[in-house]
């Protein structure tokens, strides 16, 4: 029932920022968690950064290193990714994810938890 769409991608120069936007639409009672996939050429999805809906809780992966920061607006039904600090490394395709399933563990820090996708929006970082 939730549908996901990503904006905000851009290419950027090494050192700069971009601010990524998901848009949900549909019903979010039963909206657990989100987060920010990345899937750079010839590399697996990764998650970089994730949110539980309900109380805010986060997660990074140690990839960012503090450089990016997840946020989530209840009532415009809005998750954020702010990425500053950008490098060559951070060139993926980026996947607003969402999961209405419960998380044993750290379930919700990696990509099988999640199935309902955006399209995507990607994100080079090059001189």
């Known amino acids: 029932q939730l549908e996901l769409e990503e904006s905000g991608g851009d290419s950027v120069q090494p050192g700069g920022s971009l601010r990524l936007s998901c848009e949900v639409s549909g019903n979010t009672y039963n909206l657990g968690y989100l987060a920010w996939l990345r899937q750079a050429p010839g590399k697996e999805h990764e998650v970089v950064a994730a949110i539980i809906w309900p109380t805010g809780d986060t997660y990074y992966d140690d990839s960012v290193e503090g450089r990016f920061t997840i946020s989530r607006v209840k009532a415009k039904k809005a998750l954020y990714l702010q990425m500053n600090r950008l490098g060559p490394e951070d060139t993926a395709m980026y996947y607003c994810?969402?999961?209405?399933?419960?998380?044993?563990?750290?379930?919700?820090?990696?990509?099988?938890?999640?199935?309902?996708w955006g399209k995507g929006t990607q994100v080079t970082v090059s001189v």
């Open positions: 994810v969402a999961s209405e399933r419960y998380s044993i563990g750290g379930e919700w820090t990696r990509p099988t938890f999640y199935d309902i």
